[in-house]
């Protein structure tokens, strides 16, 4: 009976994790950083043609926040690999990049800039120059740039795409697209207070978690 109950219970949390891990509400310092990396993202979009959310969502993914050794030590918030097209700093360290089936660790240099201005600056730059990530400019779509960019090798961690959607979305980065944003609509960053909550449970799971616990009580 014992072994039971806990089985069920297991059943339940492992089912319901990730919903509650989404649930966690921003803390003041990832509002600075959102304030302060959309702040540059959103005035660099003018010139670039790249959406605000999506440098934003990539800032916080490749930075950690801005707590990255590449953010700290090079105001690097996009880990962008120094290879002979640039003439700048450097930075080398190790990587973790997924190969085939598995991820695998790395060392290489990246750019390394004066400030996180100059970074965001390169980044949009670097999308710019040449045809490979042609789809990403001037795409007002949210979704269809993640997508874009993730489909045109930027990283290669295979649900990159999907990690980006899901910033954009659980911190209401749109409202720093402005009108040249379409998607979801704008919406003020959550207070902590009043954490965000994303639900990622289907329908099936909710409904073996009724069931689990629908047998719970008879025991």
Known sequence: MKKAVAAIIMIALFLTGFSVAASAAPTQSQKDFIARVGALASADMKRSGILASLTIAQAILESGWGTSELAVYANALFG????????????????????????????????????????????????????RY??????????????????????????????????????????????????IPSVSLPSVSRPVTTTLLSSNQRAIITALLQRLRRL
């Open 134 to 183: 042609a789809a990403v400019i001037g795409e007002k779509n949210y979704k269809k740039a993640c997508t874009a960019i993730h489909k045109a090798g930027y990283a290669t961690a295979p649900d990159y795409a999907d990690r980006l959607i899901r910033l954009i979305e659980t911190y209401g980065l749109t409202a720093y697209d402005g009108s040249g944003g379409l998607g």
């Open 80 to 131: 962008i690999k120094a290879d002979s097209r640039w003439n700048g700093r450097t930075y080398s360290k190790a990587s973790t990049e997924w190969v085939g089936t598995r991820y695998v660790t790395v060392y290489a240099s990246f750019r390394a800039y004066n400030s996180w201005e100059q970074s965001v600056a390169d980044h949009s730059d670097f999308l710019n120059t040449g045809t």
